[in-house]
């Protein structure tokens, strides 16, 4: 056999170590392990990890007192259940074990544990005084007295690539035990006992319960190891400080369960949990009091049996076999981002701002790299030329009323019909907003919307986009104060409607006074109608026939006046007098909406109803969006009617919104409904 075999042969323990395997060995040296012989899983490892063989030897050679049972990257060392009793010693088949097994941060003594409880201080699990030596995986050894499997692991906090795979290994081993020691070689009783072992009961009840409920039933197990978790062993071992002792008030462990509750960890997984504090006095530990604490709960078949060795490989294997995916690594960084970052968070989104705290104070405006999400109360959009766009710059656009005197109720509602225009700095006008009525979206045709963040709650002026509103709002306060008086003002309202989308051929309803026909006069109660030719206002029965006029861009049959629907069609007025095709746009669509609104109710709540959403400032949440009233969150009905707070644009109900006051940074100068929320 080759020299360069023998240590790691031995670290490895090959079994049968006979001259042909040695010979194998030695022939496939030169050929970067290509030809190792696949007789042993530990030799599968070397062939894997070739850089094992600059590991410490010293730490496994323990004359094959224990074995490796998984390494560091969750593979499982031993192949088959035989090989795991055999190597165990326990071929009796009436053998029936429990599993013990240790955790613990690195360098605090576990394996040194385990040697003095169960095998009289015997190095049956290797200990070293080196920096570089610590147990790597998990070890396993048998106590033939005790009938325990004993389980050495792989310290936490230890330096390693594999973060991720030895606490889930970790996780795995507890699983599977039923005694489980979680040793602290510290003065105090640190943060990571609590963190481990929190987690541990959590990933057990959503993972491993319902995992070893299934292999219980595979392998016949009438009491399933899934009921209750292990029983927990947490050994304190201090030097110059005393550690928890029980008094007539609590006891050590009401103690832990105390900082468990106050760190928000549940340990409810684990069938109980016990502290034993050790205080070594001149160097020397004494460990009965842990083999009693042990010994006891051995003896404890309440919660868990013991069973025969195969179950125990079997119900570890199952496990490992489930649960070893590759996983993503986790930064435990110790000054996260979080600490230095700013803390405000986006109004609509709900994002937080990238930048470092105190960027606002040197002027940095807040910014976040995530996309946002619009919100009508907090207006948080701007529009951009489509036109700059693609051209590859961003100019930012806004709507602009006409200019018009506000100063009468009249003037208001003219400015509110007339709609608004988008101006660009480079390209000029680029969109009238009434050509929307003939499908000319400004979405579509020249702007860009952009959604942004919301920081903080914006104090710019917005007068120019609720004027429109303010018209409604005055309308709706004259018709409440005299609709149940006399029908009239009804009637004056649905004449001044109509007047805004009339075509411009025809006669203004405040000129018509008298039937253009029969001469009778009109009362204010009577409903004037315009003949789709000529354009002049006429009484019902004067004006009861329909036919097409293509001329007047009317293609399907409308009302025509008696004289007119006597003329032929291609002569029935003047060519020059032909208004333009969009001219009669709106009037269609006016036309179209009315004819299909329910014929419940008057006139003015048609009108009403129709241009309500049309005309609401863009800040104000659509009436189809709320539902529940924003301060009482009573369900709107139409028993509880909806209305609209100026201040925050959210839908409130009467009773939650009997506070009026100026609302400027919306553009009401004079005091208007506000919910009790604003107020």
């Known amino acids: 056999m080759s020299s360069l075999w023998k240590p790691w042969v031995e670290t490895l323990k090959v079994e049968p170590m006979d001259p042909a395997i040695m010979k194998s060995l030695d022939n496939c040296l030169d050929n970067d392990f290509d030809e190792l012989p696949e007789f042993s899983p530990n030799l599968f490892t070397l062939k894997k990890n070739p850089l094992m063989m600059n590991s410490c030897t010293k730490c496994h050679n323990n004359n094959n007192k224990s074995f490796l049972l998984l390494d560091g990257q969750e593979v499982l060392q031993v192949s088959d259940v035989e090989e795991f009793v055999r190597k165990l010693n326990c071929m009796e088949n009436n053998t029936k074990v429990k599993v013990v097994s240790i955790f613990g941060n690195t360098g605090d003594g576990k394996s040194h544990t385990m040697n003095q409880v169960f095998f009289n201080g015997e190095e049956v699990f290797q200990t070293s005084n080196e920096q570089n030596?610590?147990?790597?995986?998990?070890?396993?050894?048998?106590?033939?007295?005790?009938?325990?499997?004993?389980?050495?692991?792989?310290?936490?906090?230890?330096?390693?690539?594999?973060?991720?795979?030895?606490?889930?290994?970790?996780?795995?081993?507890?699983?599977?035990?039923?005694?489980?020691?979680?040793?602290?070689?510290?003065?105090?009783?640190?943060?990571?006992?609590?963190?481990?072992?929190?987690?541990?009961?959590?990933?057990?009840?959503?993972?491993?319960?319902?995992?070893?409920?299934?292999?219980?039933?595979?392998?016949?197990?009438?009491?399933s190891l899934s009921k209750l978790g292990p029983s927990i062993i947490v050994l304190h071992e201090t030097r110059h400080t005393i550690p928890l002792i029980n008094n007539a008030s609590e006891s050590a462990e009401d103690i832990l369960r105390a900082r468990f509750a106050q760190m928000s960890l549940e340990i409810d997984a684990f069938s109980s949990i016990k502290y034993i504090g050790l205080q070594t006095v001149n160097d020397t530990t004494d460990y009965e009091h842990l083999r009693s604490a042990i010994v006891s709960e051995l003896n404890n078949t309440t919660v868990r049996s013991a069973r025969k060795p195969h179950l125990v490989y079997n119900t570890l294997k199952s496990l490992n076999d489930q649960l070893s995916d590759e996983t993503e690594n986790?930064?435990?960084?110790?000054?996260?981002?979080?600490?230095?970052?700013?803390?405000?968070?986006?109004?609509?989104?709900g994002n937080g701002c990238n930048n470092s705290m105190g960027h606002f104070r040197d002027g940095k405006p807040h910014s976040s790299n995530t996309k946002c999400k619009f919100q009508c109360q907090y207006e948080n959009s701007m529009y951009i030329c489509k036109r700059c766009y693609k051209n590859g710059n961003e100019v930012e656009v806004r709507k602009r009323n006409f200019e018009e005197n506000q100063n009468s109720w009249y003037s208001f509602a003219k400015n509110a019909w007339s709609g608004y225009i988008i101006d660009c700095p480079h390209c000029g006008e680029i969109y009238k907003s009434r050509q929307y009525w003939y499908g000319n979206n400004s979405e579509d045709v020249a702007i860009r919307k952009k959604i942004t963040h919301v920081?903080?709650?914006?104090?710019?002026?917005?007068a120019p986009q609720n004027t429109a509103q303010r018209v409604i709002d005055s309308v709706s306060y004259i018709t409440e104060a005299v609709t149940n008086v006399s029908l009239q003002p009804?009637?004056?309202?649905?004449?001044?409607?109509?007047?805004?989308?009339?075509?411009?051929?025809?006669?203004?309803?405040n000129e018509i006074k008298h039937c253009y026909h029969c001469k009778i006069p009109f009362s204010p109660t009577d409903d004037k109608h315009h003949c789709r030719d000529c354009g002049e206002g006429f009484c019902a029965q004067c004006s009861s026939k329909t036919k097409c006029v293509p001329n007047r861009n009317w293609y399907s049959p409308v009302r025509v006046c008696d004289t007119c629907y006597e003329k032929e069609t291609n002569g029935s007025s003047d060519d020059s007098l032909e208004p333009p095709l969009e001219d009669v746009g709106v009037r269609k669509v006016t036309e179209h909406v009315v004819s299909t609104l329910s014929a419940v109710g008057t006139v003015f709540s048609y009108s009403k109803s129709f241009i309500k959403d049309s005309v609401r400032p863009s800040y104000w949440i659509p009436d189809s969006e709320v539902v529940n009233c924003c301060v009482c969150e009573r369900k709107f009905s139409a028993m509880l009617l909806l209305h609209h707070c100026r201040a925050c644009g959210r839908g409130v109900c009467q009773e939650c919104s009997q506070h009026r006051k100026p609302v400027p940074h919306r553009g009401w100068d004079h005091p208007v409904r506000v919910c009790n929320a604003c107020v």
């Open 330 to 349: 986790v930064s435990n960084t110790l000054f996260p981002d979080q600490y230095f970052t700013c803390p405000i968070k986006c109004l609509s989104c």
């Open 490 to 509: 009804t009637k004056a309202l649905k004449a001044w409607a109509a007047d805004q989308v009339a075509p411009s051929y025809w006669r203004s309803n």
């Open 455 to 462: 920081w903080t709650v914006s104090n710019r002026s917005i």
């Open 133 to 223: 030596c610590c147990t790597l995986g998990v070890w396993v050894a048998f106590d033939p007295i005790l009938n325990v499997v004993c389980l050495d692991t792989e310290g936490l906090q230890g330096v390693t690539n594999c973060e991720n795979e030895r606490t889930r290994l970790l996780l795995k081993v507890l699983a599977v035990s039923d005694i489980v020691v979680y040793g602290i070689h510290s003065e105090r009783l640190n943060r990571d006992l609590f963190m481990f072992l929190g987690t541990a009961s959590r990933a057990y009840s959503r993972h491993f319960k319902a995992a070893l409920q299934v292999i219980g039933q595979k392998e016949g197990i009438s009491t």
